[in-house]
Structure formats: structure tokens, C-alpha cells
């Protein structure tokens, strides 16, 4: 059972290309979690989505952010128009359905690495 | 808003000893904990959790403590190894909202 798989894990991106990093869940997992990590810093959240519903997006930035997860395939993060301050390690994580109250854990992916020069 | 941090940055311990690294939350409605373990260039990696209607679990070689009244979760490494060097992160989480991290504790364990 392969685990949450990212790719690609190292991406380069000049100032107003833009960035696409995908996000295949687990199997059997229907939540998908996007964080972002500065160097030497924890975690900060921007979305969680379900199958082709965003349920919260509380921590994506207003602007050239956006996430989907489909039907079908992986969940996409997209930043339009990269700035150097979008440098960072992003995390998708994943979750299976909760059932009968249980509050399960997230399992991470190995995170993209997104360098803008 | 609500947040979770942690007391020590930094942990230096010797090969064999029993480690401990805190975290303080402040959220009084998150009844479910994690913590997790990240090394190097890797995702963070679940260790162990805990719910709000436990105040102890214990796993292998670790041990997570919550004390709701202080609003204070602990994890106890026994018999630290230097495998066990990398950032610890806890996490919270309030009802079927998202993981909430702290800014994480590094773990330097010295042979």
C-alpha cells in the first residue's frame, strides 16, 4: 500500500512562472491537507479538500493560490505567478473517511521543495 | 486565534537517556493530539496520539502525556537513540477541523 505520493520533490520556478505540485492520496483516503513549511519552522495549513469540494481554505493565500482535488487523479496546488517569498517545502497529507466519530491520523508525503530564482 | 507551541527549541540528549520534549496548547476545545517526527529533507512522520479523554498513551519506546488542566502534552522517548535525531512537531486538532502544529522541537541525540 503505497503511501502519499508528491511530485515532483524538487521543483525550480523563475519569479511569474507558475508552480503545479501534485498530491496522490492513499488509497482509501478521501481528505486531502496542504501545508506549507518555511526552513526551521512548522507546519502552516492552506486547504483541505474532499473529493471536488474544498471544505476549508482558511489558510490560502487570497491571491494566485488555488487547489482542487477531482474525481479523478491527484490534487493539484497551483501558484500562478511565483514570487521568491513562495519558496518553501509544501506537504500534502491524507486521511481516510472519519467513521463513527473517530478522529484518525494524517499521513504526510515527502513534501515538494519549491525554489523560486 | 488558537495556537500550539512548544518550550524548548532544541533538545541535546546523550545515547541512552530518556528524552522529553513539551508542548503548550491553547485551544480548549481540541480533544484529539498527535505528534509527529520529521528528519531531514522528509514529511513529518506520525509517532503517536492521543484523545482528550486519555491522559496517557504509551507506544514503543514512547509515551505521550496530556494534562488538560495546564492545557500541556508531553512525549517521552525512553533510551534515546540517534535514529530518534529530528524535529518533533505536536499538533491539535478540535472536533473534525484541521491539524493545528507547533513550530517544532529539534532533538539532537549524541552517542
Known amino acids: 500500500n503505497a503511501g502519499v505520493m508528491q511530485n515532483p520533490r524538487h521543483l525550480v520556478r523563475r519569479r511569474g512562472q507558475e508552480a503545479r505540485l501534485r498530491c496522490s492520496p492513499m488509497?482509501?483516503?478521501?481528505?486531502v491537507y496542504w501545508y506549507r513549511q518555511l526552513p526551521e519552522e512548522g507546519l502552516k495549513f492552506m486547504v483541505y479538500?474532499?473529493?471536488?469540494?474544498?471544505?476549508?481554505e482558511s489558510g490560502m493565500p487570497k491571491e494566485r493560490f488555488s487547489a482542487e482535488f477531482p474525481k479523478e487523479g491527484p490534487s493539484i496546488l497551483r501558484i500562478q505567478q511565483v514570487v521568491r517569498g513562495d519558496s518553501a517545502a509544501y506537504f500534502c497529507a491524507s486521511s481516510p473517511p472519519t467513521s463513527q466519530g473517530k478522529r484518525t491520523e494524517a499521513f504526510f508525503g515527502q513534501g515538494t521543495r519549491l525554489t523560486v530564482v | 486565534g488558537e495556537s500550539v507551541g512548544l518550550h524548548l527549541p532544541t533538545l541535546s540528549v546523550q545515547e541512552g537517556d530518556n528524552s522529553i520534549i513539551n508542548c503548550a496548547y491553547s485551544?480548549?476545545?481540541?480533544?484529539?493530539f498527535i505528534w509527529y517526527k520529521q528528519e531531514s529533507g522528509k514529511g513529518p512522520q506520525f509517532i503517536i496520539d492521543i484523545r482528550s479523554n486519555m491522559d496517557k498513551r504509551q507506544g514503543q519506546r514512547v509515551t505521550v502525556l496530556l494534562n488538560k488542566t495546564v492545557k500541556h502534552l508531553s512525549l517521552q522517548i525512553a533510551a534515546t537513540q540517534p535514529g530518534d535525531s529530528a524535529v518533533y512537531f505536536c499538533a491539535e486538532r478540535s472536533g473534525y477541523s484541521t491539524l493545528t502544529f507547533g513550530k517544532g522541537t529539534m532533538l539532537l541525540v549524541s552517542p
Open positions: 488509497k482509501g483516503h478521501s481528505h
Open positions: 485551544n480548549s476545545a481540541s480533544d484529539y
Open positions: 479538500l474532499q473529493k471536488e469540494n474544498i471544505i476549508d
